[in-house]
């Protein structure tokens, strides 16, 4: 059990300085378990084997980002080492203030500062960079499992209509005409920290990788209701091509579809994420 005792006898034998800090849980996703540390700090602890790799990516290419990028990311303060405990590497982060961009969206003003985050963050990547088979992919490789949720929510919900659809459609036949760069892979607003409608953190980048950026261009419809600040994130951008803004929306659609199913089968909160997220591809297709 990952639990606070478990966390204060990790810090004692591996990170004794830090040991005497207040300890809080905070929450336990599919992933990961996150702990509050005094004040400053935070401790992230892999549940399982394949989130354990993810935490590794983290460690190992997040220092790179920490000076280059306009929003705080949680570059790891510490590493922690599997024992006869825990069998997996872990981390200290710093601490990021804000709530999750479910729960508090940004401000319309937010969308150009996300548009150079993004701008910051697609800079190519070394060969030896994390490869995704879910994340900066074409699209036709996740069609298969898209498809199936959607044949599975057209039943439960009204928000398949045609014209998400057939954007989903075109998505799949448009071809990658960018070179592939670093990605977050996974800009879902939970992901996304808010403060006072600011954007204050952008979090969980284990799925980081090499790919296509239309996959990240997809929290353009994921995080802003208003449309012009859509239209604003997307022209802050610049040079999106006409080919990478269909993906993107195919992408908008991925997610806002894979959100809505797992919604409906687990945590309602995700429910609320697609139902906007496809709402908006409506209004803009």
Partial sequence: MIDIPLVYKLLKEQHPDLADLPIQFLDAGLDNAMFRLGDRLSVRLPRREVAAKLIENEQTWLPIFVDHLPIPIPNPYRIG??????????????????????????????????????????????????????????????????????????????LMTLSIKQTWQIALNTPIDVEETWIHGDLHSRNILVKNGVIAGIIDWGDMTSGDIATDLAAIWMLFRDRHARQQAISTYADISEATLQRAKGWAIAFGVMLLDLGLTNDPRYTIMGKRTLQRLAEDI
């Fill in 81 to 158: 080492q599997p024992n006869q405990d825990y069998p997996y590497r872990w981390s200290i982060l710093p601490w990021l203030d804000g709530i999750s961009a479910d729960r508090e969206e940004p401000d319309p003003n937010q969308a150009k500062i996300l548009a150079k985050f993004l701008r910051s963050l697609h800079i190519p990547a070394p060969a030896n960079a994390p490869k995704s088979i879910f994340r900066g992919v074409p699209l036709t490789q996740r069609a298969a499992a898209i498809e199936e949720r959607i044949q599975r929510l057209e039943v439960q919900t009204e």
